[in-house]
């Protein structure tokens, strides 16, 4: 995933796609705490997560501005994508941020919002990459399927957009259905072994 997001980053920028980029960006952030708030145990703040902090405020501030630029020109668009694309993603961007700032005040995460924490970014960042395989311009699940010899049998037209919806939106479902389910029971439970 860390190599899918700097990739992604890297061709939106060479592509002057600067909102797939920014989104390669975000990706590669989202990973890399998630990957370290799982690997800390004892859920303390280090002074990474206030250099890390930086990165969604840019990523939001640069979405919002372009959005602003985007809702104030002629076409209603930015490089091609409409002005409430940058405004979400831009809105999404801080309130990650946001998270981040709520974890640095307490200076750290108990063993529940660590679970937590790790789940949303890795299911977020998961959905930003089925977003774009799945939704992206190229059309790239049907060429593969082509490609593998499956031709329009596997799915039909008339079904294709929502399958496709379906699984963009699926690793946003499970992301809400397993942060509620964390966050819902009282962290993990202790085994009290007796003899």
């Not at 640095?104 to 930003?128: D, E």
Request: charged share 10%; with cysteine; hydrophobic share 50%.
């Amino acid at each position: 995933m860390l190599s899918l997001g700097a990739s992604g980053a890297y061709l939106g920028f060479t592509k002057h796609q600067t909102l797939n980029g920014l989104m390669g960006v975000l990706t590669f952030y989202l990973v890399a705490t998630a990957w370290l708030t799982a690997r800390r145990r004892d859920g303390k703040a280090v002074n990474f997560d206030w250099v890390a902090l930086m990165v969604p405020l840019a990523v939001g501030a640069v979405l919002v501005t372009y959005g602003l630029e985007a809702a104030n020109s002629q076409t209603g668009a930015k490089e091609g994508y409409p002005a409430p694309a940058y405004f979400a993603f831009g809105l999404v961007a801080l309130l990650f941020g946001t998270g981040d700032v709520r974890m640095l005040v307490r200076g750290g995460l108990s063993s529940t919002q660590r679970i937590a924490r790790h789940l949303g970014r890795m299911c977020f960042a998961m959905f930003i990459a089925s977003g774009s395989f799945f939704l992206g311009p190229s059309n790239r699940p049907l060429r593969l399927l082509m490609t593998l010899g499956f031709g329009g049998q596997v799915l039909p037209a008339l079904i294709r957009p929502p399958v496709l919806v379906l699984l963009t939106l699926l690793p946003l479902l499970l992301m809400i259905l397993w942060v509620v389910r964390v966050r819902s029971s009282n962290g993990p439970k202790k085994v009290l072994i007796t003899r």
